[in-house]
């Protein structure tokens, strides 16, 4: 049974496991730093948020998002779902719809407008799942790498 639940400090080791696979699916390097910083944030709980998922017991999915204010919704904030993975040996299992639905009720019990996410046109395993649960809008996603 999947049991989508808020980490707990008994995650991190997991959960980091989980996010550089994430972070090496999409073939970026990312320095220790950032996932002592992200963890921190998402023990916080404030301005960015994780949901891990459980099956029989064991953590195999992530996910972190952030509400932000939307001027095409000026009357409501909006979600965005950054990321999702799920371990390679539970894909096909209902995780990652799991993950998805949770992010979906979290943002509507907070009066959210919408929640949306992205995602590589190459990643064809996902999109299989988000074209059955997600409208595909046609955007594409331009981006401005800014020094540290």
Known sequence: MIVVRELLPSDRAVWEDLFRAYIDFYQRVEPAEMYDRAWEEFRADTRLHA????????????????????????????????????????????VARALI????????????????????????????LYDKVAENRGFIRYQIELSR
Not at 66 to 74: F, I, Y
Not at 108 to 124: D, F, I, K, L, Q
């Open 101 to 128: 639905e949770a992010v979906t009720d979290w943002a509507r019990a907070r009066g959210c407008g919408r929640v949306y996410w992205n995602t590589h046109e190459s990643n064809s395993t996902a999109r299989r």
């Open 51 to 94: 949901l891990g998922a459980s099956l029989d017991g064991r953590l195999v999915g992530i996910t972190h998002f952030l509400v932000h204010a939307s001027t095409s919704a000026p009357d409501t904030d909006v979600c965005y779902l950054q990321d999702l993975f799920t371990a390679p040996d539970v894909r096909g299992r209902g």
